[in-house]
């Protein structure tokens, strides 16, 4: 018999993570968390799971995101119930930028429910799994941090922030048993981006994008792009000399 997994997910009700978890509880043995903000949908969320896997086992907690001690005691808690064998942080507010340029308290907002926030959660669980010597630890971000542009440098440099920090945990666990993930998916049709699909936008789907972060999470990819189009489009971004890059209204 398959050993039951332990999960976390912090973010529940983002579409990315909740598909996530319908092939998590498909796939074993497995115990879910759901952390989330709005419990009532995350509930909901944790209803749906069960009914697809009657031996799951799946919880739902909530909590201040935006507190450090409420963080750490969180972790703490879940941590001494046995390891967590993987943490996947998922949330995150779609910021427009026109209201952050507009009022400071929206940008402050913008930055820290998507940059600050999951690296605390982030450092909380590192710093447990380092003492029991595994587990991975998923972080979405966005290629949207991978330059940043006019149209949304606020929200940009948040998930900037996830990647930079990102790079220096996978240095920190270099060799060990500990996985950082970092996801960067390109536009998703969740509800989050529901203004641009109404637009005519193409949209990659939320089921695709979950079956990459699942496999990538498995893998213990140290960053995947999703799809996978995006590490050759923001490749080719991030090398655009700034006297061209300025002139595109991107």
Known sequence: MDQKKRIVVIGATSAIAEHCCRLWVQCGPVELILVARNVE?????????????????????????????????????????????????????????????????QARYSIEVNGVSPVLFAEAFAGAMSRVGR????????????????ANYVYGASKALMDRYAQGLQHR????????????????????????????????????????????????TPVAYLPRKWRLIMFVVRALPDFVFNRLNI
Do not use: N
């Open 135 to 150: 587990g991975t630890i998923g972080m979405i971000g966005s290629v949207a941090g991978d330059r940043g542009r006019r």
């Open 41 to 105: 949908l995350a509930g909901r969320i944790a209803a749906d799971l069960r009914a697809r896997a009657d031996q799951a086992e799946i919880s739902v907690e909530t909590l201040d995101f935006l507190s450090a001690p409420a963080i750490a005691a969180a972790v703490a808690r879940w941590t001494a119930q046995g390891p967590v064998d993987m943490a996947l942080i998922a949330h995150g507010v779609l910021s427009p930028q026109q209201p952050c340029q507009d009022d400071i308290e």
């Open 173 to 220: 666990f270099a060799g060990s048993g500990v996985k950082i993930v970092l996801i960067k998916p390109g536009p998703t049709d969740t509800p989050m981006t529901a203004q641009y699909k109404a637009r005519g936008r193409r949209l990659a789907s939320v089921e695709s994008v979950a079956q990459g972060t699942v496999d990538a999470l498995e893998r213990g």
